[in-house]
C-alpha cells in the first residue's frame, strides 16, 4: 500500500465499518476484545497513524497549551520555561513556546500562531505593550506570568508575579546594612518590573534615612547598550559605593565593565539570582525568584480556568528570597 494509510483502508482490510476501527483504536469496551486486537494487529501492520490533531478539534481539547516568553536567552526566562513545560507534562499537557524578542509585533503573531493551532490555552510574558488581550484570545484562557501589561483597570486574566517590591527593597537594605552610602539602580527597560523595582528601591533608601536622587537613577535600553556607559557614571562620576541592578542581562553588562574601572570592591546587588555569582571576585546580594513555583502556579491557575470558564481572575503575588553571596 502506497501513500498516506487511512482510517479506511484499515476498516476494508478488517472488514468492518470506519466506526468499528474507531473505538477499536480508542479501547472502547462496545468491540469484542478479539476484534480489537485484531483491528489493532492490522493498524500496525497497514502502518496506521491515528489524526490526534482532528480528534482533539472535534473534541474542542488539544492537551496543548502556548507560552510566550520575551527573551529565551536570558536565564531566566529559560527557567522559567522548563518549570511551565515540567507543571504542563506531569498535567498531561504538551506546550508550544515561542520567542517574542521583546517585540510587540512578534508577541502579535504569536498569540495568532498559538490560537491557529488551538492550544486549550496560553501562559504569556507580556512585552509591556497595550495589547488589546480579550479582542484577540476572545474566549481562549490566558495567565500572565512574571509581567502583566499596562492596565487601567481589571485585568480579566490571572496573574502570577513575584512581589518585586518586597525582591527589591530587601537587597537594597541588605546593602545598606553592609555599609553603603550611596546606591544608584541601573533599572530595567521593561516599563512593568521597572516601576515596581524602582518603587522598591526608593522604599530602601527612604526607610534607611537616605533621599532618592535621580542622580543616580539610570534606565538600561531594551538591549543594553548604554549599561557599560552607565555604571562608569554612577560610580565614577556620581561616586557611587553601591549599585543596585534591576535584572540578570543588566547585570552581565555591569561586571564587564568593572574591572576596566578599577575600583576598591563596591556593594554590589541584583534581582534574579544566578549559580555562577558564586564565582564573582567580589560579595554580591540578590533577589532569587522562586521560579519553580512561579511555573506550576501558572500551569494550575491556568487549567483551572480551562476547567472553569466563569472563574474569576487572581493576581497571585510570590516573594523573592534574598541571598547574599
Request: a negative charge.
Amino acid at each position: 500500500m502506497t501513500g498516506k494509510v487511512t482510517i479506511k483502508d484499515v476498516a476494508k482490510a478488517a472488514g468492518v465499518s470506519e466506526a468499528t476501527v474507531s473505538r477499536a483504536l480508542t479501547h472502547s469496551p462496545r468491540v469484542k476484545r478479539d476484534t480489537r486486537q485484531k483491528i489493532q494487529n492490522i493498524a500496525n501492520n497497514l502502518g496506521y497513524h491515528p489524526n490526534g490533531l482532528a480528534r482533539s478539534i472535534r473534541l474542542q481539547h488539544t492537551h496543548t497549551l502556548g507560552v510566550i516568553i520575551p527573551d529565551i536567552l536570558n536565564a531566566f526566562f529559560t527557567k522559567l520555561s522548563r518549570a511551565i513545560e515540567d507543571a504542563a507534562d506531569k498535567a498531561g499537557y504538551d506546550v508550544v513556546l515561542v520567542n517574542t524578542d521583546e517585540s510587540l509585533a512578534k508577541e502579535a503573531n504569536a498569540l495568532s500562531l498559538l490560537l491557529e493551532k488551538q492550544v486549550d490555552g496560553i501562559i504569556i510574558t507580556s512585552a509591556g505593550g497595550p495589547t488589546k488581550y480579550t479582542d484577540i484570545l476572545g474566549n481562549t484562557p490566558a495567565v500572565f506570568v512574571d509581567r502583566m501589561p499596562p492596565v487601567t483597570g481589571q485585568l480579566a486574566y490571572d496573574r502570577v508575579l513575584v512581589d518585586n517590591i518586597q525582591g527589591t527593597q530587601a537587597v537594597v537594605t541588605e546593602l545598606i546594612h553592609q555599609g553603603a552610602q550611596r546606591i544608584g539602580i541601573i533599572n530595567s527597560a521593561v516599563s512593568f518590573t521597572a516601576t515596581e523595582r524602582m518603587t522598591g528601591y526608593r522604599e530602601a533608601l527612604t526607610q534607611a534615612g537616605f533621599e532618592p536622587d535621580a542622580a543616580i537613577e539610570a534606565t538600561a535600553r531594551t538591549d543594553n547598550s548604554n549599561v557599560q556607559q552607565m555604571t562608569r557614571q554612577l560610580l565614577v562620576n556620581q561616586k557611587c559605593d553601591g549599585l543596585f541592578v534591576a535584572d540578570n542581562t543588566i547585570m552581565e553588562e555591569v561586571l564587564r565593565k568593572l574591572p576596566a574601572l578599577d575600583l576598591p570592591p563596591i556593594h554590589l546587588g541584583g534581582f534574579d539570582d544566578q549559580d555562577w555569582f558564586d564565582f564573582l571576585p567580589q560579595p554580591i546580594v540578590t533577589a532569587r525568584q522562586p521560579i519553580a513555583q512561579l511555573g506550576q502556579t501558572a500551569i494550575d491557575r491556568l487549567l483551572a480556568k480551562i476547567d472553569d470558564p466563569d472563574l474569576l481572575p487572581e493576581e497571585i503575588r510570590l516573594a523573592a528570597t534574598t541571598i547574599s553571596r
